[in-house]
């Protein structure tokens, strides 16, 4: 907000639970004693933020100066601005000269929302927009990689809908030793889609490979990661950010994508993440999509962290269980 004089964010009512108000705050709320402001309060009203925080991108301002804005709500909220950003991503297709750049921020998403139980847990709006050319999800793990991921959007200038959670998750460890005395990928990596997070040891256990979104869900599969190992396996761990990133990825530089995650990777995995499976999908093979995928299938009841991550059976003990119970 401050390095740009061509930068928006506004929300409806939820500017604080999302954090811009933190970036309306610079300049101030566009009000008629403020023409200048450059924070938006939208009011609750999803469906024209998400046409007017879009639409408003497609401009070009004197000096061809291209306007960006970030339009924030719950994640569960966005499925009411489908339209809007529908009709903009077709506009960047159709008008690449006018080609509009927009972050979707999605916060609260997961099962952990707390108090506000079910309404407004963000567990399957992912499938709408990963339908959608010209735009992608992305689900960073920690501020880090949160960080690459919008320097990484503003650079090839695609619009984004940015998963975020509500509450504070921990910032990893990486480099030399970070996990289980292995080497752990700079953020930076998360910009291909998926990393490794840690590698098989090849030590002729069973191999598994566990290709997981979220940083809650990791954190609890860490937690139980050397009793898995104990039980005779030997655990890959792949964290995907954008399953669409990824793709491309294999399309653009097919020897990296395979460096991270390969066929052989695919016979073994098993998916893992607190919303809808599906966003996963291309980590598994058709047969084994039911089997070998763990994540919500029905809305949940009101809780906190630990309680709601009981009922979805996400915890550390659940996904123990879990993966020991995956035949191969």
């Given at each position: 907000?401050?390095e740009?004089?061509f930068?928006?964010?506004g929300?409806?009512?939820?500017?604080?639970?999302?954090?811009?108000?933190?970036?309306?705050?610079i300049?101030g709320?566009?009000n008629?004693k403020?023409p200048?402001g450059?924070?938006?309060?939208?009011?609750?009203a999803?469906q024209?933020?998400?046409?007017?925080?879009?639409?408003?991108?497609l401009?070009r301002?004197?000096?061809?100066?291209a306007?960006?804005?970030v339009?924030?709500?719950y994640?569960?909220?966005?499925?009411?601005m489908?339209?809007g950003?529908r009709?903009?991503?077709?506009?960047?297709?159709?008008?690449p000269k006018?080609?509009?750049?927009?972050?979707?921020l999605a916060?609260?998403d997961g099962?952990?929302v707390g108090?506000?139980g079910?309404?407004?847990?963000g567990?399957?709006?992912?499938s709408?927009f990963t339908?959608?050319?010209?735009?992608k999800v992305y689900?960073?793990?920690?501020?880090n990689?949160?960080?690459e991921m919008?320097f990484?959007?503003i650079?090839?200038?695609?619009?984004?809908i940015?998963?975020?959670?509500?509450p504070d998750?921990?910032?990893?460890?990486?480099?030399?030793?970070?996990?289980?005395?292995q080497?752990?990928?700079p953020a930076?990596?998360?910009?291909?889609?998926a990393y490794?997070?840690k590698d098989?040891?090849n030590?002729?256990?069973q191999k598994m490979?566990?290709?997981?979104s979220?940083a809650?869900?990791?954190?609890n599969?860490l937690?139980v990661?050397p009793e898995?190992e104990?039980?005779?396996l030997?655990?890959k761990v792949v964290?995907?950010?954008s399953?669409?990133?990824?793709?491309?990825l294999?399309?653009k530089?097919?020897?990296?994508?395979?460096s991270?995650?390969?066929s052989d990777d695919?016979?073994v995995?098993?998916t893992?993440?607190?919303g809808?499976k599906g966003f996963?999908?291309d980590?598994?093979?058709n047969d084994?999509f039911?089997e070998?995928?763990i994540?919500?299938?029905?809305?949940?009841?009101s809780?906190?962290?630990?309680?709601?991550?009981?009922?979805?059976k996400l915890t550390s003990e659940d996904?123990?269980?879990k993966?020991?119970?995956?035949?191969?």
């Open positions: 907000m401050k740009s004089a930068f928006w964010v929300a409806g009512d939820l500017s604080e639970s999302v954090k811009t108000d933190k970036a309306e705050n300049f709320i566009i008629k403020n200048y450059r924070g938006i309060r939208y009011g609750i999803e024209n933020m998400g046409m007017m925080g879009t639409g408003m991108t401009d301002l004197p000096g061809n100066f306007p960006a804005s339009i924030g709500t994640a569960a909220f966005t499925s009411m489908c339209n950003i009709v903009a991503v077709i506009n960047n297709h159709i008008y006018n080609k509009g750049f927009f972050i979707v916060s609260h099962p952990e108090e506000d079910p309404t407004h847990q567990l399957y709006w992912m709408i339908a959608y050319p010209g735009i689900k960073p793990t920690d501020a990689e949160t960080i919008l990484h959007a650079k090839i200038g695609e619009p984004i940015l998963s975020v959670s509500r998750v921990h910032v990893l460890s990486r480099g030399k030793n970070a996990c289980c005395g080497f752990v990928s930076k990596e998360a910009t291909n889609g490794i997070f098989y040891k030590n002729a256990k490979c566990v290709a997981v979220g809650i869900v990791l954190n599969l937690q990661l898995l104990n039980k005779n030997d655990i964290v995907v950010i399953p669409e990133l990824f793709s491309d294999k399309k530089n097919k020897n990296k994508a395979e991270i995650f390969n695919r016979k995995c098993v893992l993440h607190a809808w996963l999908r980590f598994l093979d084994y039911d070998r995928s994540g919500l299938e029905t809305y949940l009841e809780g906190n962290v630990e309680e709601v991550y009981e009922m979805a996904i123990k269980k993966l020991l119970g995956v035949k191969f």
